[in-house]
């Protein structure tokens, strides 16, 4: 027998629902009496078809897409879309507004500093990306094609509690770390996507969520497959896409859809990390990274006072079936991130190890 199932603390990729691991196995090498897995099939074939579309219809229900908007899959994960998010929509005015909160947003203004004139309208650096600017402090541009933000800093620890207010400026936001964690208003936004290895699907891809109106603005430089109005037109599909990624992501879906969806998984996350802030604030050996008006309900960062307990934290940890809790090299100390697929024994696990831990150590 395989030794138990751990449970995985990891940034990304990271758990997966073991229903949907267990489905997925059973189907993996016959598909529904089709005799041959999904990943043998043909993207243009009607089965493979079935499940392209019911994942994408599945995915408009679930995050209550109006019809302005429209799904897209992909390739490249999150970061392709530093460079397709400029490519496709600096073009209109050759300017765009950029929040700068962490490491991916920092990464992602730099892309666009290739193909036009990039306005940081805030940065969290002063402080090591530990908080978030509050709305006033943001230096919006009125000319801007786009203000750009990621949702949930992955590395820091810090989550956005509030949309920006942007006017008549289309707002983009990366979510990949806190998609349908959080009920979202889709109509607020321009443009939403998010790599899918956090919170949606194994590795692999994009999902895109773009308002009509801004697609066919691209730069002429824009390799094709990265114009978003040509995979509009083609539906996801103007070449091969990650197939059983798409597949993964409808039974994801699914799987999310009997927990109660979006608003049963943001009870859940809600009470999931207050569990682990609580045990940081009760603490006097493990404290909170992150500001405490700011800080995230998907990865919760942390650290003791000594790189040496930190390390000895991971390691006995991990001999508690609580693996990959060592910080980004970054930030140091110690993240656990919990997921939508982390489940709350996982969470309760950890917490009742911290607590014994400090004690064993003081
Ligand atoms: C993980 C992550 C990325 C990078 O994702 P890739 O799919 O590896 O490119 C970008 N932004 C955020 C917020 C992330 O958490």
Redesign the pocket.
Known sequence: MPQERIYNFSS?PSMLPQPVLEEAAADMVNYRGTGMSVTEMSHRGKDYLAIFDETKADLKRIMKIPDTHEILFMQG????QFSAVPLNLIGRTGKADYAVTGN?STIAMEEATKYGDVNVAYSTEDRNHTYIPAQEQLKLSADASYFYY?S???IYGTEWKYVPETGAVPLVC?M??NIMSVPVDVSKYGLIYA?V??NMAP?GM?VVIIDKTLAGAELPITPKLLGYRLMIDSDSMNNTPPCFTIYMLGLVLKWLDAQGGVEGMSKLKAAKAQILYDVLDDSKMFRAIAEKEARSDMNVTFRTASDELDAKFVKEAKQNCLETLAGHRNVGGLRASIYNAMPAEGVEKLAAFMREFETKNT
């Open positions: 990304g994960g999150a970061t392709l991916f990621c949930n800093n992955t990366d990949s770390s790599g290895q956090k590795a994009a």
